[in-house]
């Protein structure tokens, strides 16, 4: 059985701002200003990156006032970790029975 890695999430999360926006998310839930304030991006930029990460499905919003708040989802991530750790046992079943193929 071949592993699949969605390589779309992997090109979303490719971008060093986006992969911060997520590093960060990861331990609490921020408003746009929040992230602004951590991450030193113009607003309008970070706001674009938002929307990729929404759009891919890593992020969920939950306004609040005036203010959205984002927040990880982090079954999306642990399923894109549960992929690479799937190729990874592929890699090491192959390592180990010496399997390649002929010439």
Known sequence: ??????????????????LEIVHLLAHETLCTTHLVEETGARQTNLSNHLKVLREAGVVETEPCGRFTYYRLRPDVVAALAGQFAELAQTARTTVETG?????
Not at 1 to 18: E, F, G, N, W
Not at 99 to 103: D, V
């Open 99 to 103: 399997r390649k193929r002929a010439c």
């Open 1 to 18: 059985m071949m592993t699949s890695v969605d390589t779309d999430l992997i090109r979303v999360l490719a971008d060093p701002l986006r």
